[in-house]
């Protein structure tokens, strides 16, 4: 709190007529002392009289005087605490910070007070961010130091980061855009301010739709970050469009069947994303099919949202049948006529669909067109109209044989005063009655045995058989009994002494005669009633022996005549 001078320019200077013996000075006020120069002397703060006296050689005085004033211009010197550094308070945006005063020291006071001139007080809550503290001193001299430092409250808590899941459409050009803020589901920071938004992905389009895991990133106004993660749900609800062609028409093949694929249908439809499938009501076709059929085209996307449209397909027949008539024989009826049916002729006849409507040109037959073959058209038409024809040659023929009004079985009587029945001739005679469809009358007819033939008793098959002019035969049997003990008389004679052997016989017979009784003949008849054997013996009496290896084998009546009289013996041949 002084001032030093240096130099000697505060020094007086004196002149006079003869010499100077000195010059001294005198200090009176805040700065005392004597001296000859002032340099490197020290003037105290205030006012310094300087009191100059020059003594010339002879004792004679001269003074000047003037005055040094030193004043304080020097401010004190102050000092601040240092710069504080702090992280806010868990959750909150701020901090309590205590601090002490700045220190302050005047060259000519010393320690001085010091005032806070600006900041909040020790001890008080700080925001986030740079807070300046001021203090000043002021000394006496009224010299004013300054100093401050900064409070620096920092935020270092990352905000909350809060999602939410979202679903989204895609656009009719397969397409879809987010911001990052639509997934912010309420993030939160402990400074208020505005958080800002980022997120890993915000456009997608139809290779996203399902879920999708997005990072949304919230940064606070200090740079600090927290991430979260959402489910972006991306749907395609958008149908595919669907276009058909024109109705047009398609022609079964030879074997009845067409097809159809779906790019004969589909006629450029699309989808926002693609279509996935694209199907048919119906692509096979038949003959069931024939006419219109309307066919629905269905596209599908990869998300199953699905579009129909239709078109008419109509299915045509234009293949004629393939017919092949046959050679074919028809048989009158027992009306003597037929009818002949496009069935008869039509052969292996076939059609890609089927045959529905045969028809021929001539159906009517009798007994009139037997001989010379029947030229028949068949015609056959499906059901598209498609006619195909061929001809056939048709042969009638007669194959029913001829009716005959058989007999029932019944028994006669021989013949008067005989042991045999002379056979009728039955159609002759019209005991039958003969019926045919083409043929009247029959003349051709045959009776076995033969007309005339003498029957023995016993009971014989009559056959009777008649045939028309086309060569068709038919038989009829009965049963006719000869029961000669129906007569009046009775001509057999009880010869039982008579005997035969060996029976069966094979090559020959003997007819034993132990009475030796006049044997007059000795006749073999067969069944039929025709003699095969006869011997007359002339009325021999001892044993007869008759060849009769010739004989077929069968049953054989032998009849022994003697004395008028005669007897029945059966032979078999064996």
């Not at 240096?6 to 004196?14: I, R």
């Not at 100077?20 to 006012?47: S, W």
């Not at 099919?289 to 299915?315: E, F, M």
């Not at 028809?359 to 195909?388: H, K, M, Q, R």
């Amino acid at each position: 709190c002084s001032y030093t001078h240096s130099g000697t320019a505060w020094d007086a200077t004196a002149t006079d007529n003869c010499s100077i013996a000195t010059t001294e000075y005198v200090l009176t006020g805040a700065t005392t002392g004597t001296g000859t120069t002032l340099d490197a002397v020290i003037f105290n703060l205030g006012a310094t009289t300087v009191t100059w006296t020059t003594t010339d050689g002879s004792g004679n005085t001269e003074e000047c005087s003037y005055t040094v004033t030193v004043e304080d211009n020097q401010a004190p010197q102050i000092v601040c605490p240092l710069d504080i550094i702090i992280d806010a308070e868990p959750g909150m945006c701020s901090a309590q910070v205590f601090f002490g005063n700045a220190n302050a020291l005047d060259a000519c006071s010393g320690p001085i007070a010091t005032v806070q001139t600006t900041g909040p007080a020790s001890g008080s809550l700080f925001p986030v961010g740079d807070t300046l503290i001021s203090f000043s001193a002021t000394d006496a001299a009224g010299n004013v130091a300054t100093c401050s430092f900064t409070i620096t409250v920092e935020d270092n808590q990352a905000p909350l980061a809060v999602c939410q899941n979202i679903t989204l459409q895609l656009d009719a050009n397969g397409v879809a855009a987010i911001t990052a803020e639509d997934l912010n589901g309420g993030s939160t920071d402990n400074c208020a301010g505005t958080l800002t938004y980022t997120a890993s992905q915000t456009a997608f389009d139809c290779s996203h739709v399902g879920a999708n895991t997005i990072i949304l990133t919230v940064t606070d106004a200090a740079g600090n970050s927290s991430t979260c993660t959402a489910t972006v749900t991306v749907e395609d609800n958008i149908a595919p469009v669907a276009n058909c062609v024109a109705p047009f028409t398609i022609q079964l093949d030879v074997n009845g069947n067409a097809s159809i694929t779906e790019t004969d249908i589909n006629n450029g439809s699309n989808d926002n994303c693609s279509v996935a499938s694209i199907t048919l009501s119906q692509s096979a076709f038949t003959c069931a099919d024939l006419g219109d059929n309307i066919i629905t085209l269905t596209i599908t996307d990869p998300s199953g949202n699905s579009t129909t449209c239709n078109t008419l397909v109509t299915v045509e027949d234009t293949i004629a049948p393939v017919v092949s008539c046959i050679t074919f024989t028809i048989e009158l009826g027992a009306d003597g006529t037929a009818l002949l049916t496009p069935e008869d002729i039509g052969g292996t006849s076939t059609d890609n669909c089927a045959i529905t409507i045969t028809a021929i040109d001539i159906e009517d037959f009798d007994c009139s067109d037997i001989g010379t073959p029947v030229l028949v058209t068949y015609f056959a038409s499906d059901a598209s109209g498609n006619i195909a024809s061929c001809t056939a040659m048709v042969t009638v023929v007669d194959v029913l044989a001829p009716v005959i009004d058989c007999p029932a079985d019944f028994t006669v009587d021989s013949d008067n005063n005989s042991i045999t029945y002379t056979l009728p001739d039955y159609f002759g005679e019209g005991l039958v009655t003969v019926t045919d469809n083409c043929t009247t009358p029959v003349t051709i007819y045959s009776q076995t045995p033969a007309p005339g033939t003498l029957l023995l008793d016993g009971t014989y098959t009559i056959t009777l058989t008649a045939t028309d002019e086309f060569g068709n035969e038919s038989t009829c049997t009965f049963e006719l009994t000869v029961d000669t003990i129906l007569g009046a008389e009775d001509n057999l004679l009880d010869l039982s002494s008579f005997t035969m052997y060996p029976n069966p016989a094979e090559y020959t017979v003997t007819i034993g005669n132990p009475k030796f009784m006049q044997i007059d003949n000795i006749a073999i008849y067969d069944i039929q009633g025709r003699m095969v054997v006869s011997k007359n013996t002339q009325g021999a009496t001892g044993n007869q022996t008759i060849e009769v290896s010739h004989l077929s084998s069968a049953v054989y009546m032998v009849i022994i005549q003697s004395q008028g009289k005669q007897t029945v013996k059966r032979l078999i041949r064996k």
